[in-house]
């Protein structure tokens, strides 16, 4: 019997060994001291990026100066899949624990973006870059992309006039990907049921909609004048009339926006609604709530024509006589401001 308790003693006092050796262990790995002199460090976990990835990154920041203690600690906690993408600020995290902590607690750095109505693919990717700091080109060439554009179930050639402009929230650190991807979503979001019934309504497509919607954003400073704006692009559509819609040209154009010369009108592409009738292949920029709501729903007129007035709205006319005079009218305002501009 003794000998039993002893077998027994001996085996207890291995296993409380074991299990303090463990304890030790486990906060010495946790609370290795990093020697990290920076108060405050920012740090970027870029998408795909392993532990080991992660442990190179904060060792070459001087972050940590033991990657093995901090890979240990990372899978000590269980948190091998659990440090979000982001750039994260790292607040005196000088040992693994706060280190991990501040990594996998942390709110990523936010930053806000406001996507206007108007916008081109192009203007978008420059403003993004600048804000989100990722390569425009990349960005451009996903809207392009046909697999990216199956793999999002976007009926188009491409993005143009599917991000929705609005205002936004990402993560400092994401990529030119993850901004589309959630953009896309959010553009299927707006996009309702109720607007989908009203384009078969109408007899028009998702992207024509889109089309007409961002013509409509081209021409319009007012909101109250997109239905009537619209109503002469759809009274021109059951015409058979060409569109002739000056945003479309300044699309197409290497210097726009600029005042358009007569040679411009004549510009080979099938975006050139002076050549060529009824809507172009696509949108030329990304129009807005108010404008997408115009060309579903345009205000029931006659008119077939409108120029600018010179005060931000426009003359309209049912026939061509008229519009004729409204030009003639528009032309005197021009030059009576250039003689303005020249005695100045």
Known sequence: MGKYFKK?????LCSGMTVLIAVILFFVVLFWPQDNDHLVARVKVKPGMSLSGISNMLYENNIISNKLMFQWAVKILGKEKNIPIGTFRLVKAKSNYKIIDQLVYGAPEVIKVRLLEGWDIEKMAEYLSEKMDFD????????KDKKFLERNQIDANTLEGYLHPDTYHFFKGDTPESVLVYLIKQ?????TRSFKNRAE??????????????????EALYDDERPKISAVYHNRLKLNMKLQADPTIQYIIDDAPRRLLNKDLRIKSPYNTYLHKGLPPGPINSPGKKSILAALYPEENDFLYFVANGEGYH???????DHNIAKRRLQKIRRKFKKKQKIK
């Open 187 to 191: 553009y299927k979001l707006f996009w």
């Open 201 to 218: 309504l109408l007899g028009f497509t998702e992207n024509e909609i889109l089309t007409l919607a961002s013509i409509i954003e081209g």
């Open 136 to 143: 425009k080109t990349k960005f451009i060439h996903l809207t």
């Open 8 to 12: 027994r003693s001996f085996f207890l």
């Open 315 to 321: 003359s309209f006319s049912t026939n061509e006589r």
